[in-house]
């Protein structure tokens, strides 16, 4: 094989050890997890609302957007309405693999991959964000034997469009006590997504990080819809009516456990056009509006959101813009957040 070992890194059971959760944070994530769920399986009418950075590439800038997103979710009417899950993606997926990989591989976007830095990095960023903003965040499973590191982190965990159809992402699923998300692919085919939230509804044993492995199967894998690519490389939208209406008679028929959709409002869904994110919310919570079926399996929205507009190349160094996609800024955010709560509550009247 052409390959070097470097070093082999610790085990998650040696880092968890380094980098520990304190009970009183263990029994707010549980809290955490049980509001979520509630929302996948029916119990409660709330909506999620999954947002942050395209990719965390910063600590300190994640950290404060994540505090100001705190301030707006304890706000009166957003508190009763939505459920706020930030997105903190340490691993960034790259078609063709160039190009910055995350926080995972570089903890410092413009210094050499540090695996061990990352893997403790990525740790103390989630761990921070959960001590000081009561956040157990969202994390894309972009390497399926790396989840162990933060499992005890996490209320919500994405599995991508260039993922979704492999097995061992989809196994691992299978065994993750909290919601997965699966993405449609990138060429839009609904039943790769849907086989995948089969598979990982059941349970299945297999080989993890060196084990043999059983899993109990996870109830509260669903769809999320981003959008897909033609052959022609051009991108098409996922998220209107007809297609709400065509999932939604999709799962009458099949038998899921907990029928549930995310929508996507970035990737191929906007064109990657981040200011189209604001339209593309409001235009699913009218679709919500206007038929129950969709109403009851939409369970939420996706938007990449930092604290400036737009993104920018690595060593630019702009405090709080994206080097990944762009992303909508924080004041457009904030106002979004507040636009969806009070649509969600006059919903109910």
Known sequence: MNITFNRQLPTPQEIKSMYPVPEELAKKKKANDEEIRKIFTGESDKFILVIGPCSADREDAVIDYIKRLRTVADEPTVKDELVIIPRIYTNKPRTTGEGYKGMLHQPDPSQAPDMLKGIIGIRRLHLTALTETGFSCADEMLYPENHSYLSDLLSYVAVGARSVEDQQHRLTASGIDIPVGMKNPTSGDFSVMLNAIKAAEASHTFIYRGFEATTKGNPLAHAILRGYVNHHGESHENYHYETLNILANIYDKEKFINPAVIIDCNHSNSGKKYLEQIRIAKEVLHSMTENEKIKNLVKGLMIESYIEDGNQK?????????????????????????????????MKK
Do not use: M, Q
């Open 314 to 346: 690595v060593d630019e160094g702009v405090y709080g813009k994206s080097i990944t996609d762009p992303c909508l800024g924080w004041e457009k955010s904030a106002n979004l957040i507040r636009e969806i709560a009070d649509v969600r509550k006059k």
